[in-house]
């Protein structure tokens, strides 16, 4: 199984970004996929997550309202749109699939994970 995160980069506050993550090796479809953040200095923390059906979705409530997660079943990609971007978003992005199909925001439930993508945001 492999994750592909993409579409990280520098921007400046205010601005917005859009990750893309790419799942290969697995039945896309049946599981569960978030986001995750580790900013410098920190740990790991729970962004976004979307069930298998696309139905139900989770936000930290430090991005609720700014950014939204998606995903394209038959493209096997999840999307995390970034919107209103704050220099406290900046951080590695990791994309991440569940062991099931209902969305968590418990990083022990994802067992897959992406090499991360760069966010960085200027004030």
């Known amino acids: 199984v492999q994750l592909q995160a993409c579409g990280g980069g520098l921007v400046q506050a205010g601005g917005s970004l859009r990750l893309s993550c790419v799942i290969s090796g697995t039945p896309f479809s049946s599981n569960a996929v978030g986001w995750f953040r580790q900013a410098p200095g920190k740990e790991r923390e729970f962004v976004a997550a979307i069930n298998r059906s696309a139905v139900r979705t989770y936000y930290a409530d430090s991005v609720r309202g700014r950014f939204t997660i998606s995903r394209n079943n038959a493209e096997n990609t999840v999307y995390l749109q970034m919107n209103s971007l704050k220099p406290e978003d900046t951080a590695v992005y990791y994309c991440?699939?569940?062991?099931?199909?209902?969305?968590?925001?418990?990083?022990?439930?994802?067992?897959?994970w992406g090499q991360g993508t760069l966010v960085t945001v200027s004030s």
């Open positions: 991440a699939l569940s062991r099931g199909a209902g969305a968590t925001m418990s990083s022990g439930n994802y067992y897959y």
